[in-house]
């Protein structure tokens, strides 16, 4: 695993938190035995960005380069001048782990606010969709033969099997799923990988935004069953990731007991 990981650099949105945040310290610490990778950590929260590359640094050494990036995936302008913007040494990116992702409310549809349906839609869809256009040609320039690396999408359960009162989010991770899957087809000339991870319930900061930031209401979400952590689903994102290069891990759904 670390042999097929050193050397690289890994992209990850909404590494601020949760699945994003695990992800990243993930490939960090898979990679280190083998002299360790590059890591661009994104979201919009930057100071917490800072400490979490501090943390790793401090836990790493040298076997891990952190690089911590402002980027809202909704903001169309900042996401197309990313990797124009990044220092030159980081811009040959291996791995998008498109991971940002948000569920706000929860509301019968002809109740659910104007906005929340837009924040959705422009950070699970719009986002995923312009983040992969601005790595993927940094992937199809790779190379004599078609391109490589990989596309890391997180999808959810949601996309599969939605649920009253998440029609929206569910909708968003369908579309997640249907963009996922074309994109696999259209690139299957080339060695880039397309990958969908599907969590089921994972204990994050995912429903306190859900809440509009009342915690009380997300921890009830999780009392007397058991989540999974975001450590569970980030190392099957890193396992999907350092697959020898013909292997693709297409979509992986991945529950806690109690929800299977
Ligand atoms: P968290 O709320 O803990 O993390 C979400 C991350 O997304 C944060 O780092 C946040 O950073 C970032 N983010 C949100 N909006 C934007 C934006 N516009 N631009 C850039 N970054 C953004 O939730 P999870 O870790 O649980 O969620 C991660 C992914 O997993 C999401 O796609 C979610 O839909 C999916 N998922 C989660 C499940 C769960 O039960 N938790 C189940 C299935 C799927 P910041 O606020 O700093 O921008």
Not at 214 to 233: Q, R
Request: aromatic share 6%; net charge negative; with cysteine.
């Amino acid at each position: 695993t670390a042999k097929r990981l050193a050397g690289k650099t890994v992209v990850v949105t909404g590494a601020s938190s949760g699945i994003g945040r695990s992800t990243a310290a993930e490939f960090a610490r898979a990679a280190a035995p083998a002299g360790g990778l590059r890591l661009i950590l994104t979201a919009r929260r930057i100071d917490t960005l800072k400490e979490i590359a501090e943390e790793l640094t401090k836990e790493l050494g040298d076997k891990v380069k952190v690089l911590p990036v402002q980027l809202d995936v909704s903001d169309r302008e900042a996401v197309r001048s990313f990797v124009g913007n990044l220092p030159e040494e980081w811009r040959d990116i291996d791995v998008l782990v498109n991971n940002a992702g948000l569920v706000k409310g929860v509301a019968r549809a002809p109740e659910i606010a104007e906005e929340d349906i837009d924040v959705m839609f422009a950070t699970n869809v719009t986002g995923l969709v312009h983040m992969t256009q601005a790595i993927l040609p940094v992937f199809l320039k790779r190379g004599s033969d078609g391109g490589a690396g990989d596309i890391i999408n997180i999808g959810s359960i949601a996309g599969l099997d939605p649920y009253p009162g998440g029609s929206i989010y569910c909708a968003t991770k369908a579309a997640v799923r249907s963009f996922t899957e074309s994109l696999r087809k259209e690139l299957i000339n080339t060695r880039v990988r397309v990958i969908e991870i599907d969590p089921g319930q994972v204990e994050t900061e995912f429903s306190v935004v859900r809440f509009y930031g009342d915690k009380s209401k997300a921890d009830a979400v999780y009392a007397g069953v058991n989540p999974l952590t975001p450590e569970d689903i980030a190392e099957v994102v890193v396992f999907a990731a350092s697959r020898p290069e013909n292997v693709v891990i297409a979509n992986s759904l991945i529950f806690p007991q109690h929800q299977g």
